[in-house]
C-alpha cells in the first residue's frame, strides 16, 4: 500500500514537472506571435492614417484655394516622433518595434507643409489650402 501512495505521488510531480517546461518552451513562442500582432495592427493604422490624410489633402488641393476641412485620426504606439514628418509632397510616420525602423508613407499630389501628430490615440487634424499648398496642423 505504501508503495502504490509513493508511485502515485512521483507520478504527479512528473507531471507537474512535463507542464512546467512545456509552457516556459512555449510562452516565448506565443510572446513572440502577440508581439507580431501587434506590429502589424501599428503598421496598418499608420497605413491608414497616412491614406487618410493624403487623400483629404488630394480633394482638398482639387477644391483650390480656401478650401478646409478636419479629420479624425487615430495613430498607433510605435511612432518615432524624431523621424515622422511632412514634407514636399510626403507624410512619412517612422514606426520603431524592436530595434528595427519601419517607414511607412504616402504621395499626395500636391504640396504639403504642417506637422502631424506623432503620440498614440486619437487626434483632429485641420487641413487648408493656402498659397497652392495644403497646410495640415493639429486641432481645429
Known amino acids: 500500500m505504501k508503495l502504490n501512495v509513493l508511485f ?75 523621424n515622422s514628418f511632412v514634407s514636399g509632397r510626403e507624410i512619412n510616420y517612422r514606426l520603431y518595434t524592436h530595434n528595427q525602423g519601419k517607414d511607412i508613407f504616402s504621395i499626395a499630389k500636391g504640396n504639403l507643409t504642417g506637422t502631424i501628430p506623432t503620440s498614440e490615440g486619437s487626434h483632429i487634424l485641420s487641413l487648408e489650402v493656402v498659397n497652392g499648398q495644403v497646410v495640415i496642423n493639429e486641432g481645429v
Do not use: R
Open 8 to 82: 502515485k505521488g512521483q507520478v504527479s510531480i512528473e507531471y507537474i514537472f512535463i507542464v512546467m517546461v512545456s509552457f516556459i518552451i512555449i510562452l516565448p513562442v506565443i510572446y513572440s506571435a502577440m508581439m507580431q500582432v501587434q506590429i502589424s495592427i501599428a503598421t496598418t493604422k499608420a497605413e491608414i492614417v497616412c491614406n487618410k490624410i493624403t487623400s483629404t489633402a488630394d480633394q482638398l488641393f482639387a477644391t483650390g484655394e480656401g478650401s478646409k476641412t478636419t479629420i479624425v485620426v487615430n495613430l498607433p504606439k510605435y511612432i518615432d516622433s524624431n
